[in-house]
Structures are given as structure tokens and as C-alpha cells.
């Protein structure tokens, strides 16, 4: 099984500020690498898929860069919607699975 | 504008039977370009994959993460434009989030880029 590891598991940051999370697979995935935003209460939403491209609708502020085993998601300059919880996830194998997740709190 | 909306019990009790509904609205769950999945987070932990349905054809088909093959069923109702999940014998570790959500295939399996705001289910003894 691919194991995927998410880096941080928090941070805390303040509106205005480059933001960086990072996955790391356990073996190469090629861009099957994709980015989720989660906030309680509400569903999921989808920012990046294949590895770099941005969802339609979702702030350019977002980008996601890596190939092969390690993945960053950069918020170039958060805004204060953006505290949320954001878990990558791979579909390099027929059952796919997730990022331990990464809260992001206001400083 | 593609929605999706799970129904169900809130509370379930130990060994029964899970039934989860998902309606899909401005859209066809019939659309063979897209997966039918059901996702889970227990409190405080990772989020998991549960299964997925989708046509082939005139029929479904299923896949199942292995550790809940044997307690899962996932259908299709085209009828009713809606997906279902039984996940039997529960237990205290089964309480979580359940979210449905439609799935783009991108190498092996999918993303997922329309979610369900989740339901929230727990198993009491």
C-alpha cells in the first residue's frame, strides 16, 4: 500500500502570509496527487487536481507543484477564509487514500 | 449545478445495519463518466475511502476498500438518481462522517470534485 505523509499536521499563520504544506508518498505516483479543503460542517472542496492543476473557481493564490513522491500546496497570501484543514490524497492505486491532514489556524 | 445530499440515521445501534442515501441533483448518477463514492472520517482521524459505484453499460459496478469488503454494499439507483451504502454489523469504530461524493478517474481511481456536506453517525452500544 502507498502510504501518504502530510507535513505539518497545524500551523499557524496570519492573513497576508506564504503557506506551504507538503505530501510525501512512499513511492513514486506520478502527479496522482490531489488537494482538498475541509471546513466543519461543510463539504469538501476541491483545489488541485493532478498534482498542479487548479479546480475551476478556486483563487489563483492556490498552486500545487511535485511529481513522483514529494508534493507541496502553496497559499501564496492567506486570506482569512483560508483557515481550514487541507488533505491531499493520491489515486495512484484502485483504492485511494489521504493525507493525515494539515489544520491551519489564525497566528 | 451538480448537488449532492446524503440522508440517514444519525445513531445506529452496535451490530446493526448501516443504510446511507445520497441524492444527486443537476445531474445523472446514469453519466458513465463518473464515479459514485462514499468517504468517511471518523473524529480526529484520517479520512477514508469507503467504496465507489458506477455504470458500465446498462449495469453497476463496484469496488470496496478491502477492510470493509465483507460488511459493504454500495448500488445505484438510476430511478431515483440516487446511490446507496449498507455497511452491516457496526461497531464504535464505524462512527464518523459519511460523505458522498462524485468522482473524476485520474489514474487508478478518483478524485473527488463535488462533495456532500456529510452525515454524521454514530454507533451506540
Known amino acids: ?107 | 449545478q451538480v448537488q449532492l445530499q446524503e440522508s440517514g440515521p444519525g445513531l445506529v445501534k452496535s451490530s446493526q445495519t448501516l443504510s446511507l442515501t445520497c441524492s444527486v441533483s443537476g445531474g445523472s448518477v446514469n453519466s458513465g463518466t463518473y464515479y459514485w463514492t462514499w468517504i468517511r472520517q471518523p473524529a480526529g482521524k484520517e479520512v477514508e475511502w469507503i467504496g465507489r459505484v458506477y455504470t458500465t453499460g446498462s449495469t453497476g459496478s463496484t469496488h470496496y476498500n478491502p477492510s470493509l469488503k465483507s460488511r459493504l454494499s454500495i448500488s445505484l439507483d438510476t430511478s431515483k438518481n440516487q446511490f446507496s451504502l449498507k455497511l452491516s454489523s457496526m461497531t464504535a469504530a464505524d462512527t464518523a462522517v459519511y460523505f458522498c461524493a462524485r468522482g473524476i478517474r485520474y489514474g487508478s481511481s478518483e478524485f473527488f470534485d463535488i462533495w456532500g456536506q456529510g452525515i454524521s453517525v454514530t454507533v451506540s452500544s
Open chain 1, 1 to 107: 500500500d502507498i502510504l501518504i505523509t502530510q507535513s505539518p499536521s497545524s500551523l499557524s499563520a496570519s492573513v497576508g502570509d506564504r503557506v506551504t504544506i507538503t505530501c510525501r508518498a512512499s513511492q513514486r505516483i506520478s502527479n496522482y496527487l490531489h488537494w482538498y479543503q475541509g471546513k466543519p460542517g461543510k463539504a469538501p472542496k476541491l483545489l488541485i487536481y493532478g498534482a498542479s492543476s487548479l479546480q475551476s473557481g478556486v483563487p489563483s493564490r492556490f498552486s500545487g507543484s511535485g511529481s513522483g513522491t514529494d508534493f507541496t500546496l502553496t497559499i501564496s497570501s492567506l486570506q482569512p477564509e483560508d483557515f481550514a484543514t487541507y488533505y491531499c490524497q493520491h489515486t495512484y492505486n484502485i483504492a485511494p487514500t489521504f493525507g493525515q491532514g494539515t489544520q491551519l489556524e489564525i497566528k
